[in-house]
Structures are given as structure tokens and as C-alpha cells.
């Protein structure tokens, strides 16, 4: 089997921000699309309250100035920490973002988006159900889909359910033999694999099946050289300067 033209951009810049603001923010949503950059990755979970939001980690220690598990607190204790102060003074106040306001922005900005799935533990099949239902409704009548990825098989299930219309990527952290069954049985149109695990054989093995293959997180424009020469469809990155190629 042959796979079909890749849809979304080439490059997707990861964590919502690249390297030039704090992640998983709307201001480091505006720099990338300032740099030129056309599709955003970032990560979404719940709060205890049930609305998703971005965050990377399952704890707010490292990216906010709270503390403790991200979805013990509800939405509006979330929306008042700092999410960027952490980063650089610049950006001291800036919030996390809910799907909402994330969506809005790259909408207006005409960016694509990759929406990672991320549940907190115990929570996978409830966020991807929500993130999913709620991506269908915020980026309808967009031209190109949100492409929902996670690592969580669970989460992707409960995603397809929740909106079968929306296109589907298995993530990998590590390359293992059950890849393929997983893809069928949760109907993704790609795989997303870290590069270090990409072989020519991998690359081969993921189109024969018909699948997309991107990989993350690459960061410099001679390893992005090697990966394309394998047939990587699009690859996800912190570097703005690479991103804003298209
Ligand atoms: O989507 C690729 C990448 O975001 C997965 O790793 O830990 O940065 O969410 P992580
Ligand atoms: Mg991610």
C-alpha cells in the first residue's frame, strides 16, 4: 500500500512555544506563527473540573508556580498560576491556556494544530473522549483537521469514539512489535516515533501499512536532512528557525 500526499505542514513546532517562549502557551503560540511556523503541537489534559488544558507534565512544579498533581485543582484555580515566569521574567503572568483559548488563537492565526492527548494517571479514556469532542466542535470548518495524538492507546480509543471524523496518530517513545495491531485496532492514519528510533526498515514498514510516519523532536537541520531523506513525512521541533520553513 501506498500512502497519500501528507495533508498538514512539514514541520510542527513542539510544546505549543519552540524554544523562544515558555511551552504550552498562548504567547509562545503567537511567536511561532510571528516565525512563520503553519502547525503547533501541545499537550492537553483535565482539571479536576473536567476542562482541558495545556500542560506537558501530570504535576505543576516545573512549568507553573503551583503545586502538586495538574488535575486535583478545578479549571479556575488553574487559570490564576503563572505558567511563565519560570521561563524568563518576560514572560511573568503569562496563564496556561485552556483548549479553548489555544484553538481560538491558532484559528485566527491560521496555524494547524497536533493536539497531544496527555492524561493525568487514571484519566485516559475521560480526556480523550472530551479533548476529542471538544476539538471537533473548536476547529470545525478549518482546512486542514487537528491531527490527536497520544501515547496513551486508551486515550485514543476513547477518542475515536467520541469522534471517529477526526484523524488519529499513535505515538511512540520507543519502538515495539505490537505497533501495527495498535494502529489498526485504533484506526490512526500515522505513527509519530521519536527519531532516534527511526530505521529504513521502520519508515518502510509504516508506509506499507498505508500510515503517515512523523517523528519528534529534532532540532537541527542536518539530522531534519537525514530523517527527510528516509521519508519522514513531518517532523516536530523546538527550533523556530526550522519550523518557520513551512
Ligand atoms: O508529539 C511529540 C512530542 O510532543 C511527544 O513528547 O513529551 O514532548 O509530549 P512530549
Ligand atoms: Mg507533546
Known sequence: MTTAPFPWPRWIVHRGGGDAAPENTLAGMLLAAFAGAKMVEFDVRLSADG????????????????????????WKALSRLDAGAWFSPRFADEPLPSLADAAQLLNDHGLCANVEIKPGPGREADTGARVAADCARLFAGQPQPPLLSSFSVAALAAAR???????????????????LAQAQALSVCAIDLGWRELTAERVAAIHQAGLWLLSWTVNDADTAQALWAMGVDALCTDALALAGQG
Open 51 to 74: 476542562v482541558p488544558f495545556l500542560l506537558h507534565d501530570d504535576t505543576l512544579e516545573r512549568t507553573t508556580d503551583g503545586h502538586g498533581p495538574a488535575d486535583a485543582l478545578p
Open 161 to 179: 469514539d467520541a469522534a471517529p471524523q477526526l484523524p488519529r496518530a499513535l505515538l511512540l517513545a520507543e519502538w515495539h512489535d505490537d505497533w
